[in-house]
Nanobody, 126 residues
Framework: QVQLVESGGGLVQAGGSLSLSCAAS????????MGWFRQAPGKEREFVGV??????????PYLADSVKGRFIITRDSENTVGLQMNNLKPEDTAIYYC?????????????????WGQGTQVTVSS
């Protein structure tokens, strides 16, 4: 049974940092894309970033424009993906979801992703 489990959420003041991690189990994800989405209260879930498999042991990160320059997404192992969030803003407050798709390349559409975690809350106070 495939499971994705997020960790690292919490409460932080604006300008602070948080680090999220997602661990997948149940199968090997070495050739699959793994990424992050978020959903703020009253809003639709939106793409944050993805690390796509680019052959061999190589991975390519991609971040949404809204978080570029502040967030860093990393593939820490074949079954884990991290999200380092710096200079956090109140508008970053959301539930953050880890996702994995069945292809090597990941995009910004939810429909591409077959597996999802339960989410972890990130709250940024002003």
């Amino acid at each position: 049974q495939v499971q994705l489990v997020e960790s690292g959420g919490g409460l932080v003041q604006a300008g602070g940092s948080l680090s999220l991690s997602c661990a997948a189990s149940g199968r090997t994800f070495s050739t699959y894309a793994m990424g992050w989405f978020r959903q703020a209260p009253g809003k639709e879930r939106e793409f944050v970033g993805v690390v796509s498999w680019s052959g061999g042991v190589n991975y390519t990160p991609y971040l949404a424009d809204s978080v570029k320059g502040r967030f860093i997404i990393t593939r820490d192992s074949e079954n884990t993906v991290g999200l380092q969030m710096n200079n956090l803003k109140p508008e970053d407050t959301a539930i953050y979801y880890c996702a994995a798709n069945l292809g090597g390349r990941g995009g910004s559409s939810e429909e591409e992703y077959a597996y999802w975690g339960q989410g972890t809350q990130v709250t940024v106070s002003s």
